[in-house]
T-cell receptor
Framework: DTEVTQTPKHLVMGMTNKKSLKCEQHMGHRAMYWYKQKAKKPPELMFVYSYEKLSINESVPSRFSPECPNSSLLNLHLHALQPEDSALYLC??????????????FGPGTRLTVT | GNSVTQMEGPVTLSEEAFLTINCTYTATGYPSLFWYVQYPGEGLQLLLKATKADDKGSNKGFEATYRKETTSFHLEKGSVQVSDSAVYFCALRSPEGGSEKLVFGKGMKLTVNP
């Protein structure tokens, strides 16, 4: 099973709402990632979790709050977002270790619209 | 720092045409190289990869060879199909400076017409 699942598929939220994105993988991967992708652009890395600990935060605004409750789950909590945060949010996972050959497996994404 | 430069397109081809998407990179050490494909409305899928010089990655009729002397990883397919219409991203992952990061090119949109 090489699948990464994400819910919901689509999300519309107001600027005062609080919502969460969920990501799950059962490949035994110990590195998990959140990316943001705007239209016609490559994904931009937001956060990396390694062994359930936050290892990289790419200077993401605090209105985005990641959480890794266990080795299979990754959440992204959203609060007080701006319309410019509307994008496709992608989750990915990979093996963790020295070799850089480990590929990242991506989920289908959550299409977020902030109104 | 590490970077990837690829053809941006968009490119439109007829079915059964030959496809080449150029990709060159700048990296410290010996990176692994990847091609990802993104179909409309979907996430990214790994198309192929190569982890050392002269390695050839191949999948679904696509091929790319890791050329260290020219720092390139060009994607080729001999005969494209309508179903190959997608955005293609070249990417690298370097063992130096944090191997968690995947560095992407800007992506190239391919449309294949019947």
């Amino acid at each position: 099973d090489t699948e990464v699942t994400q819910t919901p598929k689509h999300l519309v939220m107001g600027m005062t709402n609080k919502k969460s994105l969920k990501c799950e993988q059962h490949m035994g991967h110990r590195a998990m990632y959140w990316y943001k992708q705007k239209a016609k652009k490559p994904p931009e890395l937001m956060f990396v979790y390694s062994y359930e600990k936050l290892s990289i935060n790419e200077s993401v605004p605090s209105r985005f709050s990641p959480e890794c409750p266990n080795s299979s789950l990754l959440n992204l909590h959203l609060h007080a977002l701006q319309p410019e945060d509307s994008a496709l949010y992608l989750c990915a996972s990979s093996q963790r270790g020295i070799p850089s050959s480990y590929e990242q497996y991506f989920g289908p994404g959550t299409r977020l619209t902030v109104t | 720092g590490n970077s990837v430069t690829q053809m941006e397109g968009p490119v439109t081809l007829s079915e059964e045409a030959f496809l080449t998407i150029n990709c060159t990179y700048t990296a410290t050490g010996y990176p692994s190289l990847f091609w990802y494909v993104q179909y409309p409305g979907e996430g990214l899928q790994l198309l192929l990869k190569a982890t050392k010089a002269d390695d050839k990655g191949s999948n679904k009729g696509f091929e790319a060879t890791y050329r260290k002397e020219t720092t390139s990883f060009h994607l080729e397919k001999g005969s494209v199909q309508v179903s190959d219409s997608a955005v293609y991203f070249c990417a690298l992952r370097s063992p130096e400076g944090g191997s968690e990061k995947l560095v992407f090119g800007k992506g190239m949109k391919l449309t294949v017409n019947p």
